[in-house]
Structures are given as C-alpha cells and as structure tokens.
C-alpha cells in the first residue's frame, strides 16, 4: 500500500501551488483536492498559455492522470460549468478523467447572498471575503443542514433546495440586508439561480463517487497520489490568522478529512512558499512593506489575486510563521517560487524573528491580530542578474543559492526546488527527480 503525498501552501495563499501540482503531476497517478473550493485560483503556464484552475485539481491538463475532488471541497455549479467550459475549448474532456465526491457539498446562490449579507454586517471588521459563499457553505456543513453532491440525484431535492434557500432569505433578512439589491454577474438571486440549476446538468454528467473507498483502493492498489491543497497555512480555520482565515482546515490534517484517509497514510508533506511574502484581504502582516520596495515587488510579480483581481499586500519573507507552518504540517520539503521577481534589488530582506513589547520571540502569538509587532529583519546581497535562461539549481547565482540556504537553515527544511518564472519548464529540481 502506497503513502498519500501532499502538496499545500505555507503562506497566505497565491504561493504557486497550482503550477508545482502541474509539474510533479507526471510522477503520480491520481490527483485530489482535499479542501476550499471557488475562492482557490491556482494559475498554471506552459505553451504560452495562461490557466486558471477554481475547484478542478491542477493534473486536469494531463488526462492520463486521475483527478479527484473530494468530499472536504465545495462546489458551486455554475463555476464548475464555466471552468468545463474553458477547458473544453483548450481542447481538454475533463469528463475521461475527473471524478467527484458525492459527499462534497454544494454552494447555493443564497450560500453568496450570505456572503455579502455577513460582509456588509460587519463594517469596518470585514474579513476579505472572495463572496463566493465559502463561509455560509461551511456553516451550513457543520450546522448539518447542507446539500451534498449526492443530494442532487435524489427526488425530493427541489423541497431540500427550497428549505434551505428560505433559511438563508429569513437569516439575511434578520441581518437587515436588502435581498433585492444582491447580484451574481449583474443577475439577481431568482436571475442567477435559474442558470445556476440549469448548471447542475453540467455536474451529473460527471463520475460521481464514495471517494474516500475510491483513495484507499487506488493507495492499495500501488497508485501514487498527490493531495491538492488550496489557499494556505497561515489562512487554516483553526491555526491560522483568525478570523482572518479561511473556513475550512488547509493543512496536512486536512487530508485525513476532506479525502479520509488515514494519519498513517500521509507520505512526504511538500510545502510551497514565495521567496516573499504577499497576501490578499484584510489581517496581520508583520512584514508588509507600505513603501517603493512593496510597490516594487507586486507590479514586478504580477501580484493580483487570481480569483478575485484585488491587489496582493507584499512584504519580505517571514521566517517565524514558514517555520510555524513546516511545524504543524510535519513538512519534509520546500519549493521556492519567484525569486525572480526580485532580480533587481540590491538588498533583500528576510525576518527571523519578533520584537514584541521589547521581547524578541520565533513564536506566533495568540495576539496576533492586535499587536505590534516589529520584524527583525537580516540583509542579503541581491544577485542583481536575470535568472532567464537558468537550467539547473547548481548554475543559480551564488547570492541567491545564499538566500535560499539560509531558508534552509532556518527552517531546518530541505528545499528540494525552486521556479524561477511562472512556465512549468522553469522549475529548478536540487536533484534529478526521483533520486
């Protein structure tokens, strides 16, 4: 019986989880999503194409390759549609290789309205929210009032439909928001929620599965599996920067949950993380740089979030929360993305460590939404040279073999790549694969 490998993010998302999935896709067998779901973006680039993946596993492009979303995932319907839509037209059946949950459960259109019902509840306190109906969705799992996959076969679900999209109208109105006023796409509730049941077509055409039988087999039969994550460590529900989270558990554990596998089935736990830091929304960032520099760093990357368009915070890499993350993920192995986005700096920065109240601590605080918190920082000599063109991790510029050992060091965590530009032929493996 084969081990479960996974793949996840150790930042506040945006890491370059999507792409790596691409590229190691080719060493496994079956792909699968263990949590999130339309508030992911995971972008991949080969062939001079551009792709964004929302709920579908990044090995949909290899169509040799099983792809599985599981039963920790959310789906809405009409997003599921569009993203067959656009694969379809790249010439990619995602039908021969994709199989579904049917324990995954279902975001309605009134899931959304709660959404931006809860958003606009809060003010000033507002999460950041993507308004994809992540945060309504989970509460209704956990409530146990939400619609699975499953439930869309069965012949009382327009009456289960009905109860719940009434709970949703009552609590929002409660809230005092103004029904009439929400839109999805410029189309009101009852608007978008005619073609969202229209989208379920899309979704029974699809396999769907008991698929925490269908991991195990596929483990004891010998097949090598990736689990996909989505968003990030430092975004986890109940380890991450709360409430500035996410709603469901992004780390290894979750594996054993949104897949249901057992702890003693987790392999090699592979975390990603940018060479820098960036996030997306509201909450703590102790190393954001309100300046030039931080300007610098998301016009150069690119840093608008996949998903929602919003520009992404950027600050130097934060070595307390990568080592808290490789802590509470058990992870056996780094891959660094997007030193090349700092090509031209004369000096880069990492923080090691937190002054806190004059203290200087390693450790997240319970805190760490309110405090203030001073990163020390430590210098690097930039490399100041294009990394176009760059074949092999060894023929790295020595300042930035420099930088990424003392990550390394710090972590205590073998870096086993790093990806130098965003196409999947541009990442740079530290040994052969496979050796």
Not at 86 to 114: F, T, W
Request: with cysteine; net charge neutral.
């Amino acid at each position: 019986m084969t081990k479960i490998d996974v793949l996840l993010g150790l930042q506040w998302g945006d890491e370059g989880k999507g792409k790596i999935v691409d590229v190691l896709t080719p060493g496994y067998d079956v792909i699968a999503r263990f949590q999130g779901g339309p508030n992911a973006g995971h972008t991949l680039e080969f062939n001079g194409m551009k792709h964004v993946l929302h709920i579908i596993p990044s090995g949909i492009f290899h169509q040799d390759k099983i792809n599985l979303i599981g039963n920790g995932v959310l789906i809405e319907p009409r997003i599921f549609q569009q993203e067959i839509k656009d694969l379809e037209a790249k010439g990619v059946d995602a039908r021969r290789n994709l199989y579904i949950s049917q324990k995954a459960h279902l975001i309605l259109p009134s899931h959304r309205m709660m959404d931006a019902a809860n958003e606009q509840s809060k003010g000033k306190a507002k999460i950041g929210s993507t308004l994809k109906g992540i945060g309504p969705a989970y509460t209704d799992k956990i409530a146990r009032t939400g619609l699975r996959v499953g439930d869309t076969l069965a012949s009382d679900f327009a009456e289960r439909y009905a109860r719940l999209k009434n709970q949703h109208l009552m609590m929002a109105r409660a809230m005092d928001y103004d029904v009439a006023q929400f839109r999805i796409d410029g189309m009101t509730l009852e608007e978008y929620e005619q073609v969202w049941m229209d989208s379920l077509a899309t979704l029974k055409s699809f396999r769907f599965v008991a698929s925490e039988y269908f991991v195990n087999r596929c483990l004891q039969e010998g097949k090598r599996v990736l689990a996909e994550g989505a968003q990030a460590m430092m975004l986890d529900i109940d380890f991450g920067t709360y409430p500035f989270v996410t709603s469901s558990n992004t780390i290894t554990a979750g594996v054993c949950t949104g897949l249901g596998v057992a702890p003693s089935a987790i392999g090699k736990v592979m975390g990603i993380t940018k060479a820098y830091c960036t996030r997306v929304g509201a909450g703590p960032f102790p190393t954001q740089l309100d300046d030039e520099t931080g300007k610098r760093l998301c016009e150069v990357g690119h840093e608008y979030g996949a998903t929602t368009g919003r520009p992404r915070r950027c600050g130097w890499i934060d070595l307390p929360a990568l080592r808290y993350a490789c802590m509470i993920n058990g992870v056996t192995e780094l891959y660094v993305t997007k030193p090349d986005v700092m090509n031209d700096f004369d000096t880069v920065s990492m923080c090691t460590a937190y002054e806190i109240d004059g203290r200087t601590t390693d450790e997240i605080p319970f805190e760490y939404n309110t405090l203030a918190i001073k990163p020390l920082l430590e210098p690097f000599a930039g490399w100041k040279q294009s990394l176009a063109g760059v074949e092999s991790y060894d023929a790295l510029p020595q300042a930035l073999k420099d930088y990424l050992a003392a990550i390394e060091r710090q972590t205590g965590v073998p870096i086993a790549a790093v990806s130098i530009s965003p196409d999947r032929k541009d990442v740079l493996f530290k040994q052969a694969v496979g050796s």
